[in-house]
């Protein structure tokens, strides 16, 4: 069965400071890959998806996650993080049958 | 933009009542998910959708039933409310038409509190 591991359940950081949210998952088969992010009191958003081709993914403001097959691993990173970046941030894999599956989250704080 | 509606944002219900939340999504999308949301444990998978009147188990059913009458409402019952209950329940969304990796949309969540 498909799993999604993050292993750090809080990374502090400051601005401006570069970061990395580590996901690792683990499927016997292709398996395509998301990274969600919840801001305070709202549902999950859409940050970036791989599904094929460049291994290296980016989202509209500066988070990229680079799939690493070898190393079962979709690592998020921004070079210099804004407080308003300030979340929990979920990967997740698609298992097929119209379900993901999530990991159980990193929360990102941002200090001044 | 597609909107994901939750009925309630906070809910407070007494162990045993039955507890219907609601949720409903303007963009005719097929698929539709109930999740719940705990610390340390992230997003767990209850029950979901593909279709009007259709339903699977995901994870975590037990306790849970749902009801899909029309394609743009899918609601999550309660049968007899427990206090391992209280959690942060999302709803969510997703189309089929451009396949497994259409992404998932989200409502802003309920918070339900059973004492």
């Known amino acids: 069965a498909q799993s999604v591991t993050q292993l750090d359940s809080q990374v502090p950081v400051f601005e401006e400071a570069p970061v990395e949210l580590r996901c690792n998952y683990s499927s016997s088969v292709s398996v395509y890959l998301f990274w969600y992010v919840q801001y305070p009191n709202q549902g999950l958003q859409l940050l970036l998806k791989y599904l094929s081709g460049s291994t290296l993914v980016e989202s509209i403001n500066g988070f990229e996650a680079e799939f690493n097959k070898s190393q079962t691993s979709f690592h998020l990173r921004k070079p210099s993080v804004h407080i308003s970046d300030t979340a929990e941030y979920f990967c997740a894999v698609n298992t097929g049958f119209q379900k993901l599956v999530f990991g159980t989250g990193t929360r990102l704080l941002v200090s001044p | 933009d597609v909107k994901v509606t939750q009925s309630s944002r906070y809910l407070v219900k007494r162990t045993g009542e039955k507890v219907f939340l609601e949720c409903v999504q303007d963009?005719?999308?097929?698929?539709m998910f109930w999740y719940r949301q705990d610390p340390g444990l992230g997003l767990r998978l209850i029950y979901f959708s593909y279709d009007v009147k259709m339903k699977e188990k995901g994870d975590i059913p037990e306790g849970y039933s749902v009801s899909r009458e029309k394609k743009e409402r899918f609601s999550l019952i309660l049968e007899s409310a427990s206090t391992n209950q209280t959690s942060m329940y999302l709803c969510?969304?997703?189309?089929?038409?451009?396949?497994?990796?259409?992404?998932?949309?989200f409502g802003n969540g309920t918070r339900l509190t059973v004492t």
């Open positions: 963009m005719d999308h097929e698929n």
């Open positions: 969510a969304s997703r189309t089929t038409g451009t396949g497994e990796n259409s992404p998932l949309h």
